[in-house]
């Protein structure tokens, strides 16, 4: 037998005894929404002023008014008459008149009904308001959901995704239903653990250890190729006991924000560098000083001995042919030692003028040329042979030629220290055939570099030197300028019997530090 649908429940039939203010209230409550599922008609209102409250509010709305209750016996299906007069003499008259099937409502019985059923809407209004507030919240936090660009994940205890918001999801290039259920490292990572390097602690173990929030930064390896910096923070969410059941992990990509600090620390370091390189230079110039000295006073004396010698003879008289034959003589080589004073002096300007990044194409033994000729005396006086062997095709390549010529002379001043008691000085230069490259080496009869020494050479402010050489800056500017130029630098020495820098540098026009 199929069960069968129940009838419905008739609607309850009432009249209203008193048109007071209690009627009108108790008709506005029933008119309220929080009791739409009421199944109750209020057929009529009965009250001997027809100017009551209720009474006008019955009418304005439609219901049956009258100033007789008895007018509403005849009512079919009438079921309850609600005394709100007041007055127990109501109750009385009503319950000797009233036909056999109607229920009466004493006067205090319908106070108490009234005032539950006010109770039952103020609870409803208080639940409806909830119920917005409620709605309200969801709204706003999809919308924060769509708008937001941080990415938030929902963490359990066992780092697994409960929820995830759609900017946590592009940043992992995953859908909703994929990223669910996934550990936070398989999404984040695309790793099978949990971070456990000093270098990437992870935020989450230790919010789940201490219970407070944790904050870390950390790559994450994208769809493709390449990373993201990402700044992670996690939030421990309790419950009613105080433990920490799930995890907030909110991600902020700071990838835009890290490369352009990145850069502008490139860009500084640069900014250090050439100011490095200028300060050295300016040490290496002062050592310089004292020989180019007597590199230059040697002409100038020839050269004021000529002019002395042209200026007595023309005192004494007319000039015969054979002084004049001497004057032409004397002329040309004072015009050889001035022009080699102007040498001179023209490659101190150079070197010590501080200039900007330039590169461009240069010519390997003319800088090499250059840096001899401010040595060449300073050797001589060193008691330190010179040997020179280049390659004989032109060794062009693309730099940045103060930075080089900065680099060949410390490296040659280095060479000369190691040697005060004399030696010899070779320099070579030439190509490595089929790589693109150009090299240079410097080598020296000197002390030597002990082994334990040989790791630290590089170091800034490292020098074995008992004397004071400058500020130990020399080798470790030569390796950053080296490195800048895309090139290679490397060393051989043995204690006692000298030392061998080669450079090795590419002769292509793109250099990544420059």
Same mark, same amino acid.
Not at 224 to 242: A, H, I, W
């Given at each position: ?73 005849q009512i079919p299906d009438l079921g309850l ?10 109750? $009385?008259? /009503?319950?000797?008149? #009233?036909? *056999? &099937? ?10 108490? @009904? %009234? ?35 941080i990415g938030v994940m929902v963490l359990d ?48 173990? $230790?919010? /789940?250890?201490?219970? #407070?929030? *944790? &904050? ?10 390449? @990373? %993201? ?286």
């Amino acid at each position: 037998m199929e069960p069968t649908e129940p009838h419905p429940m008739p609607s309850m039939k009432i009249a209203i005894v008193g048109g007071g203010q209690r009627c009108f209230s108790l008709l506005k409550t029933l008119e309220s929404k929080s009791l739409t599922g009421l199944n109750a008609e209020i057929l009529g209102v009965a009250d001997i002023d027809p100017e009551a409250v209720g009474f006008r509010y019955a009418q304005s709305s439609g219901i049956k008014t009258a100033c007789d209750c008895r007018d509403f016996f005849q009512i079919p299906d009438l079921g309850l008459l609600i005394n709100l007069t007041g007055k127990l003499s109501v109750d $009385e008259e /009503l319950l000797l008149d #009233k036909p *056999a &099937h109607v229920t009466v409502l004493d006067y205090k019985s319908s106070r108490l @009904l %009234q005032e539950i059923v006010q109770r039952v809407i103020e609870s409803g209004l208080r639940l409806d308001m909830q119920e917005d507030e409620i709605v309200r919240t969801r709204s706003f936090l999809r919308a924060m959901e769509e708008a937001t660009i941080i990415g938030v994940m929902v963490l359990d205890t066992n780092y697994r995704i409960v929820w995830i918001n759609q900017a946590a999801l592009k940043m992992a290039d995953r859908s909703l239903n994929d990223a669910l259920g996934l550990y936070c490292f398989q999404v984040s990572h695309r790793a099978m653990s949990p971070c456990d390097s000093e270098e990437t602690p992870c935020p989450m173990k $230790e919010t /789940l250890a201490t219970g #407070k929030s *944790a &904050h870390a930064l950390h790559e994450h390896a994208l769809a493709g190729e390449g @990373l %993201q910096y990402c700044d992670v923070s996690t939030f421990p969410l309790f419950n009613r006991k105080g433990e920490v059941v799930q995890v907030l992990e909110v991600i902020r990509d700071v990838t835009e924000e890290m490369n352009d600090k990145f850069e502008r620390r490139t860009q500084a370091l640069k900014s250090d560098l050439a100011r490095l390189v200028q300060e050295d230079k300016l040490i290496s110039l002062g050592k310089l000083v004292a020989s180019v000295a007597h590199e230059i006073n040697n002409p100038i004396s020839a050269i004021i001995n000529f002019t002395k010698l042209i200026l007595e003879t023309l005192k004494q008289g007319r000039p015969t042919n054979r002084n004049v034959e001497d004057f032409i003589r004397y002329l040309e080589m004072t015009v050889r030692e001035a022009e080699r004073c102007g040498r001179t002096v023209n490659n101190l300007l150079s070197f010590a003028r501080q200039q900007a990044l330039e590169p461009k194409r240069a010519n390997l033994q003319e800088m090499l040329n250059r840096v001899i000729t401010l040595f060449q005396h300073q050797i001589q006086l060193s008691d330190i042979s010179l040997s020179v062997d280049l390659d004989k095709e032109p060794l062009e390549f693309f730099c940045d030629y103060t930075q080089i010529q900065q680099c060949l002379t410390n490296l040659i001043f280095n060479a000369m220290e190691a040697m005060p008691e004399g030696g010899r000085l070779t320099l070579r230069a030439g190509r490595e055939t089929g790589r693109g490259r150009i090299w240079i080496e410097v080598e020296d009869t000197g002390v030597g570099i002990r082994p334990e020494h040989l790791g630290r050479i590089y170091e800034p402010f490292f020098s074995t030197k008992t004397e004071v050489h400058g500020v130990g800056l020399g080798l470790s500017m030569v390796y950053g300028i080296v490195r800048d130029h895309g090139g290679e630098i490397g060393v051989t020495s043995e204690p006692g019997r000298g030392t061998t820098f080669r450079l090795t540098l590419p002769e292509g026009s793109h250099v990544p530090g420059l």
